[in-house]
């Protein structure tokens, strides 16, 4: 894809996403997947709004399959779809579904210098975890399968939803933990946090490496959101989601 047709991609894409609508983008055309980050990145400062950290979609094979991706992919979060305690949110045209995740805020650079990006090293970096439900879409009339259209399209991320803080003291406990999605207070889906790469926390080394690899870093305060746990939930207007993370904590939000 020529340059001048990644600035125009990147401006729809922007222009689609600030007014949720949907555009006629052939994202399909997209070369690789270092073009496909370039036209995220362009349209996120065509957006303009100030970057709060980085949203996971893929990060299990489950979800993989729902969302037609072969790995993991990442986007960056604009400080208006980070919500804190929001009870009621519209959903926009091409939305797909929710997935309940978990939310890290971290507490300094990561990595440092020289330091080793593994596990360990990550929950000495993370401040704080959030109980969260990340809503999914595409900014596309057409369903384009694959990484490259999705990553083009912000990751497909639209919004996090976050819950309240819980210390980081207690990251080592969230393998075990068990999340159950209600639909009108009836049980639909549960999966465990085991199931994102084995530990939640994996979610910041992987995310870590992937900046690394361009000479990035995870910086104080930005929040690193896992991708599903569960399968992802489809929903429609009018319906009430409400998510219990145990020792997390229950999230809920009515969709309009």
């Known amino acids: 894809?020529?340059?001048?047709?990644?600035?125009?991609?990147?401006?729809?894409?922007?222009?689609?996403?600030?007014?949720?609508?949907?555009?006629?983008?052939?994202?399909?055309?997209?070369?690789?997947?270092?073009?496909?980050?370039?036209?995220?990145?362009?349209?996120?400062?065509?957006?303009?709004?100030?970057?709060?950290?980085?949203?996971?979609?893929?990060?299990?094979?489950?979800?993989?399959?729902?969302?037609?991706?072969?790995?993991?992919?990442y986007s960056e979060i604009p400080a208006s779809s980070l919500l804190n305690n929001t009870r009621e949110f519209r959903l926009p045209p091409g939305a797909i579904g929710v997935q309940c995740e978990f939310a890290f805020t971290l507490l300094r650079p990561y990595p440092d210098a020289g330091e080793r990006i593994d596990l360990g090293s990550a929950r000495d970096a993370i401040l704080a975890c959030r109980p969260a439900i990340g809503l999914l879409g595409r900014r596309t009339r057409r369903t384009f399968w694959g990484n490259n259209p999705a990553i083009a399209d912000f990751g497909l991320h639209v919004a996090t939803l976050c819950g309240n803080h819980v210390p980081a003291a207690s990251l080592a406990e969230l393998v075990s933990i068990e999340v159950t999605t209600f639909l009108f207070r009836e049980t639909v889906v549960s999966g465990k946090a085991s199931s994102i790469m084995e530990d939640p926390v994996n979610a910041v080394v992987w995310i870590a490496r992937q900046l690394a690899a361009k000479g990035r870093q995870l910086e104080p305060t930005d929040v690193v959101t896992t991708g599903s746990c569960t399968t992802i939930l489809q929903v429609l207007a009018g319906q009430h989601v409400a998510a219990d993370f145990g020792p997390l904590g229950q999230l809920d939000c009515v969709f309009t």
């Open 1 to 73: 894809m020529y340059f001048e047709l990644k600035d125009a991609t990147a401006d729809i894409l922007a222009r689609s996403r600030r007014h949720d609508e949907l555009c006629d983008l052939p994202l399909q055309l997209i070369a690789s997947e270092s073009e496909a980050y370039d036209i995220q990145a362009a349209a996120q400062d065509a957006l303009g709004f100030e970057r709060k950290g980085y949203a996971i979609a893929g990060s299990t094979e489950r979800s993989q399959r729902t969302l037609g991706l072969t790995s993991p992919i």
